[in-house]
């Protein structure tokens, strides 16, 4: 059974940072690409960043490139979303997701300014 679990999310002032983590289970984590999403209130949910199975190719949406950074530990069954420079319009839950369609349950990222 495929499982993902983010966690990092919170409040924090604009300008500043937190990072995003995703622990999956129940599937071959090494041979799967990897996503961020996120959605925000009254929006629908939107394409934040994607990472290849090895790491080696990354692309994120183009509100976010430039402050955030995806990247995994395929060691670890770890993906990750580092977000620096937050906006107040980055305020949204985030979600992981693997290729295969599965989704985490999200976790609410709030950035007040």
């Known amino acids: 059974q495929v499982r993902l679990v983010e966690s990092g999310g919170g409040l924090v002032q604009a300008g500043g940072s937190l990072r995003l983590s995703c622990a999956a289970s129940?599937?071959?984590?090494?041979?799967?690409?990897m996503y961020w999403f996120r959605q925000a209130p009254g929006k629908e949910r939107e394409f934040v960043a994607g990472?290849?199975?090895?790491?080696?190719?990354?692309y994120y949406a183009d509100s976010v490139k430039g402050r955030f950074t995806i990247s995994r530990d395929n060691a670890k069954n770890l993906v990750y979303l580092q977000m620096n420079t937050l906006k107040p319009e980055d305020t949204a839950v985030y979600y992981c997701?693997?290729?295969?369609?599965?989704w985490g349950q999200g976790t609410q990222v709030t950035v007040s300014s």
């Open positions: 997701r693997v290729e295969s369609g599965f």
């Open positions: 129940g599937l071959t984590f090494s041979s799967s690409d």
């Open positions: 990472i290849s199975w090895s790491g080696e190719n990354a």
